[in-house]
């Protein structure tokens, strides 16, 4: 199980940015994915996660209504959508997979890619 995150990037408050998470050596069926971050000198905050048969989505609050998840099976890739971007964004993301429901929680996860910095300017 291989994950690539990629799409991070300086942007201005208010921008957007998509983050993409592409995946290889599994077949994601039955798999969750999830997006996380995580800043210096804290832990690393599960922000959100698709099922494996897309029923469903779950977000932090803090970014509810400002962050989307898609799943592209036939590349797939989970895509993080992220806009109206508030310099508190400011991470490194990261995404993460599984067998099994969606979770919040880092523990849950044994697979993971490399970090992706997104930074927001005030």
């Known amino acids: 199980v291989q994950l690539q995150a990629s799409g991070g990037g300086l942007v201005h408050a208010g921008g957007s940015l998509r983050l993409s998470c592409e995946t290889s050596g599994f077949t994601m069926d039955g798999y969750a994915v999830a997006w996380f971050r995580q800043v210096p000198g804290k832990e690393r905050e599960g922000i959100s996660c698709v099922s494996s048969s897309e029923e469903n989505r779950l977000y932090l609050d803090s970014v509810k209504g400002r962050f989307i998840i898609a799943k592209d099976n036939a590349k797939k890739t989970v895509y993080l959508q992220m806009n109206s971007l508030k310099p508190e964004d400011t991470a490194v993301y990261y995404c993460?997979?599984?067998?099994?429901?969606?979770?919040?929680?880092?523990?849950?996860?044994?697979?993971w890619g490399q970090g992706t910095l997104v930074t927001v300017s005030s």
């Open positions: 993460a997979t599984d067998e099994g429901r969606c979770s919040g929680w880092a523990r849950t996860y044994r697979y």
